[in-house]
C-alpha cells in the first residue's frame, strides 16, 4: 500500500474546482432553455475561439478527429493525394488522412523538440502532395516561418493539428492563425477541454468555413434548412460543451501560464540523467505535456520507481505511427529520430495546479536510481 500522496499526472478536479459554479449554472440553465444544440453559447463560442486563435471563422465540431477529416474534406482532399504527417504523433493525425481515402507519408522529427520541420516536408514532396498536417506536438509549434516557405513555393496547403497546442505562439502568433485551417480538440484532457468531447475548425478562407460548415451539418444549404447539397455527415459541437468551453477559455491563459512556470521549474530541478525536449527561441510553448528522455535506464524502470512514489506518468507515444499495424508495410522506413526516441520518452505530471513541492518530489524520485527502490515495497 502506497501511504504517500498521488502526484497526478493530470488534475481535472482541481482546473473545475476554480469554475465549478459556473459550469454548475449553465448546466441549470442548459436543462431550462433544452438549448442542448446550437444556440448562442455555441455562436458565441465559434466568435471567442476565432479570436483567440487569431484567426477570422471557427466552426465547431465534434471532436478533434473530426475538426482534422471536415478540414481535409473541405479542400477536397481524395484518393490519389498524398498528406505528409510527421510519424510522432496521435494516431488520429494520420486517420484523418485515410479516412478520406487519401495516402499519409510519415516523416521523421526534429530530434531536440520532436517536431516536423521544413526539411522533413521539402524531402517528402511528391507530385501527389495535396497538403501537410503539421503537429504542435506536446504544446510547442513547430516553425512556422520555415515550414510555410516550403509549402507555399510548393503550392500544397499547410493544415495545423493544433489538438495540443490551444494559445501556443510561434513569433507572437497564435497556433491556428498560419495555416489554411486548424484543427482543435477539446478532450477534457487537452489544455482547453471540454466535459466530454469536442472539436473545432479554425481558418480565416471565408469559402472554405463555409463548405465545412455544410459538410458537417449534413451538406444542408445554407439558404434553406431543407435542402442539401451534397452528402455530408454530423459532427456538432453540443450547446452544453460550448458553454462549458466560453468559461474555460476566459482562464486559458492563466491556466498555459501556470503551465510554464512548472515546465520552467522542472527545467530547473530535473536530474542531468533527464532530457527534456527544447523550446525553440521563437515558440511559446503551451506544455500539454513534459516529456523527457531517460538517457542511462531501462525507462519501466524509471517508471516502476515513480509509481512506487504514486506519481502518474505516461508515454506520448511509445509506438510512432509508421509502426502501428494498418501503417506496417514492406518498405516501412527507418526513422532516425523517432525510432530512436520512441522506447525513452517518458511524460511526467503536467497540468497548471502541480505545486514546486509536487515538482521536487517527481525529480527526487528521478534522481533516487539506486537508493533502495525494492521489488514489493
Ligand atoms: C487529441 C488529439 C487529436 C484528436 O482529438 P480527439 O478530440 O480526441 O478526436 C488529434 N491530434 C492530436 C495531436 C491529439 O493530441
Known amino acids: 500500500m502506497n501511504t504517500q500522496e498521488p502526484v497526478r499526472f493530470l488534475d481535472l478536479a482541481a482546473t473545475h474546482a476554480e469554475v465549478r459554479p459556473a459550469l454548475e449554472e449553465i448546466w441549470e440553465e442548459t436543462m431550462n432553455s433544452s438549448g442542448f444544440i ?77 517536431l516536423i520541420t521544413a526539411e522533413h516536408v521539402s524531402a517528402a514532396i511528391t507530385p501527389r502532395t495535396a497538403a501537410v498536417m503539421v503537429v504542435h506536438l506536446y504544446g510547442q509549434m513547430a516553425n512556422m516561418d520555415e515550414i510555410l516557405a516550403v509549402t507555399n513555393a510548393a503550392g500544397i496547403a499547410l493544415i495545423e493539428d493544433s489538438a495540443q497546442a490551444h494559445g501556443a505562439t510561434w513569433n507572437g502568433k497564435r497556433a491556428g492563425s498560419f495555416g489554411v485551417a486548424a484543427g482543435f480538440s477539446f478532450y477534457p484532457g487537452k489544455n482547453l477541454g471540454a466535459l466530454g468531447d469536442g472539436g473545432a475548425v479554425t481558418t480565416s478562407d471565408a469559402d472554405l468555413a463555409e463548405r465545412i460548415r455544410s459538410i458537417a451539418n449534413h451538406g444542408r444549404s445554407l439558404e434553406s434548412r431543407y435542402h442539401h447539397d451534397l452528402v455530408g455527415r454530423n459532427s456538432r459541437l453540443d450547446g452544453l460543451q460550448a458553454a462549458a468551453l466560453r468559461i474555460k477559455l476566459a482562464e486559458l491563459d492563466r491556466w498555459n501560464q501556470q503551465r510554464r512556470s512548472v515546465a520552467k521549474y522542472y527545467n530547473a530541478k530535473l536530474p542531468e540523467r533527464f532530457v527534456p525536449y527544447i523550446e525553440a527561441p521563437l515558440a511559446e510553448s503551451v506544455y500539454h505535456l513534459f516529456v523527457v528522455q531517460t538517457i542511462d535506464e531501462a525507462r519501466d524502470d524509471v517508471g516502476a520507481r515513480l509509481g512506487d512514489a504514486n506519481i502518474g506518468w505516461g508515454i506520448h507515444y511509445p509506438v510512432p505511427c509508421h509502426r502501428q499495424k494498418p501503417f506496417v508495410t514492406g518498405t516501412t522506413p527507418d526513422f532516425e529520430v523517432a525510432d530512436t526516441q520512441a522506447p525513452l520518452i517518458l511524460s511526467l505530471p503536467m497540468h497548471p495546479h502541480i505545486t514546486e513541492q509536487e515538482v521536487e518530489r517527481v525529480c527526487a524520485a528521478l534522481d533516487s536510481k539506486g537508493l533502495g527502490h525494492q521489488e514489493g515495497e
Open 38 to 114: 446550437g444556440g448562442n453559447h455555441l455562436e458565441a463560442f465559434e466568435s471567442e475561439f476565432a479570436d483567440y486563435c487569431q484567426s477570422t471563422h471557427c466552426i465547431g465540431v465534434a471532436n478533434g478527429t473530426d475538426a482534422l477529416e471536415l478540414i481535409l474534406r473541405g479542400l477536397s482532399i481524395q484518393p490519389g493525394d498524398e498528406v505528409i504527417v510527421p510519424t510522432n504523433t496521435f494516431i488520429a493525425t494520420a486517420e484523418a488522412v485515410v479516412n478520406l481515402g487519401a495516402t499519409p507519408i510519415f516523416v521523421d522529427v526534429d530530434p531536440l523538440t520532436a
